[in-house]
């Protein structure tokens, strides 16, 4: 079974940056592509950013040059650098991992999320 538990999310004020981060367990994890999620209050969940086994990267248009998604293989861990936040960046975040290496597979395991608040 696979356990993704993410840590970093918390309270930052407007043009403040966050580093989340997400530890997997389990094996292989570079084979698979990992992802960030994110759902606000009354919104669907949506892809925030994607990283493939070969480290290509993908980014919802919302948050692209200022957030960047990145792996360490060797500590099994997924990140996600984000700058210059915005109030409408607000949301719970969530970690994935993928089906295959490619993020155009189904996400297959999900951490439990780590809240996100943008506000002065």
């Known amino acids: 079974q696979v356990q993704l538990v993410e840590s970093g999310g918390g309270l930052v004020q407007p043009g403040g940056s966050l580093r989340l981060s997400c530890a997997a367990s389990g094996r292989f994890f570079s084979i698979f592509a990992m992802g960030w999620y994110r759902q606000a209050p009354g919104k669907q969940r949506e892809l925030v950013a994607a990283i493939t086994s070969s480290r290509s990267t993908n980014y919802a248009d919302s948050v692209k040059g200022r957030f960047t998604i990145s792996r360490d293989n060797a500590k099994n861990t997924v990140f996600l650098q984000m700058n210059s936040l915005k109030p409408e960046d607000t949301a719970v975040y969530y970690c994935?991992?993928?089906?295959?290496?490619?993020?155009?597979?189904?996400?297959?395991?999900w951490g439990q999320g780590t809240q996100v608040t943008v506000s002065s």
């Open positions: 994935t991992r993928y089906s295959d290496g490619s993020y155009d597979s189904q996400p297959s395991y």
